[in-house]
């Protein structure tokens, strides 16, 4: 069973960067497409990006495209979240998750989505 750990999050002010990061233990990283997500209070768990298997489709929600860009190393079995231009709306927790199922995709579906990560807290202040 996967076991992912984000890190990275904390206090920032609008239009700073910050990066997140997601160390995975337990699968075979390369082999599996992974994904970014958040909450925030009052609010349902959605898609921020994900990346392929491969790393050579990657989606984002419209509400991130082009402040935000999802990577991953597979030598170090660590998916990235660079943030740039934070704003007070992206305050939230940020989670990790893995993919169900080798070999896939990225997906904007959480029900794709089998193994999470604790999450990490982002707050931006205006």
């Known amino acids: 069973q996967a076991q992912l750990v984000e890190s990275g999050g904390g206090l920032a002010q609008a239009g700073d960067s910050m990066k997140l990061s997601c160390t995975v233990s337990?699968?075979?990283?390369?082999?599996?497409?992974m994904g970014w997500f958040r909450q925030a209070p009052g609010k349902e768990r959605g898609l921020i990006a994900a990346?392929?298997?491969?790393?050579?489709?990657?989606v984002y929600a419209d509400s991130v495209k082009g402040r935000f860009t999802v990577s991953r190393d597979n030598g170090q079995s660590t998916l990235y979240l660079q943030m740039m231009n934070l704003k007070p709306e992206d305050t939230a927790v940020y989670y990790c998750?893995?993919?169900?199922?080798?070999?896939?995709?990225?997906?904007?579906?959480?029900?794709?989505?089998?193994?999470w990560g604790q999450g990490t807290q982002v707050t931006v202040s205006s």
């Open positions: 990346i392929a298997w491969n790393g050579l489709n990657t």
């Open positions: 998750a893995v993919a169900r199922h080798p070999f896939g995709v990225a997906s904007r579906y959480q029900t794709d989505f089998g193994s």
């Open positions: 337990g699968v075979t990283f390369s082999r599996y497409a």
